[in-house]
């Protein structure tokens, strides 16, 4: 029953430091409201400025002239697709515009794209019925795009705009392509939001802001000299970290909870059945970063020290285990096939691709079998580190 105590012990002094406490139980939830209203401003319509400097053609005694047919067709699509269209009477002023912000896109319509397109539909008419067809200087018309590389808003916008040009021409020609495009999403992948494919990530986000707690929990012992009578007790090692995690898994959990509760709120759905997989993953990712904590520790010889080192080893797990965001370490080796990332060395990358597999791709929880594994793995791993350091660089000086 010792452990009891120390669990007591440890739940008072945790209370105690109350700002450490709120910062690990609101900082997840925070980070989850600040990802919703990035994905609330984020763009969803583009501004595309389309200038015809088309000069027109004839097609069965009639004038015709593909540039204005193209200006039409997008005006009434307006409210339809994410692209938003408007005219420039030259190419000058509508690049003004993209240097000015107030455009995303600029696409030019060349002169002779009206000629160009008459004499490839009678090119072709040609070759069915084995006339010949002069060609008196044709050159191909050439579809102008211009904007900003470095913006996504172009990026997106010239290949919506591309993609509606080139559809709208294969209908006015009468071409059809021998092949149609299907898209299957995996899981549910395409039934979230672009915030609710980050939640998995920010859930684990909210467990690895217990190191903070964690380490300054195993640092006040040797800092207050408290460990040398925990020793005179006969208190056992396992004791002692049985009733300090058990104070950190409470906070953990805690601030899973909120941060999962303030997700659904913002719009999240949760899987009717993944709740449990969820507190398990939760779970071993407390565990492990607990065991993490010792490390911390070892390096820290007052609570002070911790909030100083400690932000490092946060920063690093925040945005290299894809808890964050998404992200890809460098290649480090190959085992049996399976390619060994720079970042599958902290534990909470198995945590947040365990969460990804079930939540997003809609995979089997068995199939998360491996990520659970390796998480457990590098639990022991820090476990054994920390404990090691932590007596070498403690212990020894009690």
Same mark, same amino acid.
């Given at each position: 029953?010792?452990?009891?105590?120390?669990?007591?012990?440890?739940?008072?002094?945790?209370?105690?430091?109350?700002?450490?406490?709120?910062?690990?139980?609101?900082?997840?939830?925070?980070?989850?409201?600040?990802?919703?209203?990035?994905?609330?401003?984020?763009?969803?319509?583009?501004?595309?400025?389309?200038?015809?400097?088309?000069?027109?053609?004839?097609?069965?005694?009639?004038?015709?002239?593909?540039?204005?047919?193209?200006?039409?067709?997008?005006?009434?699509?307006?409210?339809?697709?994410?692209?938003?269209?408007?005219?420039?009477?030259?190419?000058?002023?509508?690049?003004?515009?993209?240097?000015?912000?107030?455009?995303?896109?600029?696409?030019?319509?060349?002169?002779?794209?009206?000629?160009?397109?008459?004499?490839?539909?009678?090119?072709?008419?040609?070759?069915?019925?084995?006339?010949?067809?002069?060609?008196?200087?044709?050159?191909?018309?050439?579809?102008?795009?211009?904007?900003?590389?470095?913006?996504?808003?172009?990026?997106?916008?010239?290949?919506?705009?591309?993609?509606?040009?080139?559809?709208?021409?294969?209908?006015?020609?009468?071409?059809?392509?021998?092949?149609?495009?299907?898209?299957?999403?995996?899981?549910?992948?395409?039934?979230?939001?672009?915030?609710?494919?980050?939640?998995?990530?920010?859930?684990?986000?909210?467990?690895?802001?217990?190191?903070?707690?964690?380490?300054?929990?195993?640092?006040?012992?040797?800092?207050?000299?408290?460990?040398?009578?925990?020793?005179?007790?006969?208190?056992?090692?396992i004791e002692f970290l049985a009733g300090t995690s058990l104070v950190q898994i409470i906070i953990a959990m805690l601030s899973l909870s909120l941060a999962l509760l303030?997700?659904?709120?913002?719009?999240?759905? =949760?899987?009717?059945?993944?709740?449990?997989?969820? =507190?398990?993953?939760?779970?071993?990712?407390?565990?492990?970063?607990?065991?993490?904590?010792?490390?911390?520790?070892?390096?820290?010889?007052?609570?002070?020290?911790?909030?100083?080192?400690?932000?490092?080893?946060?920063?690093?797990?925040?945005?290299?285990?894809?808890?964050?965001?998404?992200?890809?370490?460098?290649?480090?080796?190959?085992?049996?096939?399976?390619?060994?990332?720079?970042?599958?060395?902290?534990?909470?990358?198995?945590?947040?691709?365990?969460?990804?597999?079930?939540?997003?791709?809609?995979?089997?929880?068995?199939?998360?079998?491996?990520?659970?594994?390796?998480?457990?793995?590098?639990?022991?791993?820090?476990? =054994?580190?920390?404990?090691?350091?932590?007596?070498?660089?403690?212990?020894?000086?009690?």
């Amino acid at each position: 029953m010792r452990w009891y105590y120390v669990f007591l012990k440890g739940l008072r002094e945790q209370i105690r430091d109350y700002w450490i406490l709120i910062m690990i139980i609101v900082m997840a939830p925070l980070f989850i409201f600040i990802y919703f209203l990035m994905e609330e401003s984020e763009t969803t319509s583009y501004d595309v400025v389309m200038v015809n400097l088309d000069r027109g053609g004839l097609f069965a005694q009639q004038s015709l002239n593909m540039g204005d047919s193209l200006v039409h067709y997008a005006e009434t699509l307006a409210g339809e697709e994410f692209l938003h269209f408007t005219t420039a009477e030259n190419r000058e002023s509508a690049v003004e515009l993209l240097m000015e912000g107030d455009a995303d896109v600029v696409v030019v319509f060349p002169e002779n794209l009206t000629s160009s397109l008459l004499f490839s539909l009678e090119n072709m008419a040609g070759a069915l019925t084995g006339a010949s067809v002069p060609d008196p200087g044709h050159a191909v018309a050439r579809i102008e795009l211009v904007g900003d590389v470095t913006q996504m808003e172009y990026i997106i916008g010239a290949i919506w705009t591309e993609e509606l040009v080139n559809g709208y021409l294969l209908d006015a020609g009468g071409i059809r392509l021998p092949i149609t495009w299907e898209e299957t999403t995996l899981g549910y992948s395409g039934q979230r939001t672009m915030f609710e494919l980050y939640v998995p990530g920010l859930l684990i986000l909210s467990i690895i802001m217990i190191i903070f707690s964690a380490s300054a929990a195993i640092v006040r012992e040797p800092e207050t000299r408290t460990l040398e009578r925990l020793k005179i007790s006969r208190l056992t090692s396992i004791e002692f970290l049985a009733g300090t995690s058990l104070v950190q898994i409470i906070i953990a959990m805690l601030s899973l909870s909120l941060a999962l509760l303030t997700a659904i709120a913002l719009g999240y759905t =949760l899987i009717p059945g993944t709740l449990g997989f969820i =507190l398990l993953i939760s779970f071993l990712t407390a565990l492990s970063m607990i065991s993490f904590s010792l490390v911390v520790a070892a390096m820290c010889r007052s609570i002070k020290e911790v909030a100083i080192i400690g932000t490092f080893p946060l920063f690093l797990l925040m945005f290299f285990t894809g808890a964050a965001f998404p992200i890809s370490g460098g290649k480090l080796f190959t085992i049996g096939g399976y390619t060994v990332m720079m970042n599958d060395i902290l534990s909470p990358t198995w945590a947040v691709d365990a969460l990804n597999k079930v939540l997003v791709k809609g995979e089997q929880i068995s199939k998360t079998i491996p990520e659970m594994t390796a998480l457990v793995v590098l639990t022991l791993l820090y476990f =054994l580190l920390g404990s090691r350091a932590f007596r070498f660089r403690h212990m020894k000086a009690q």
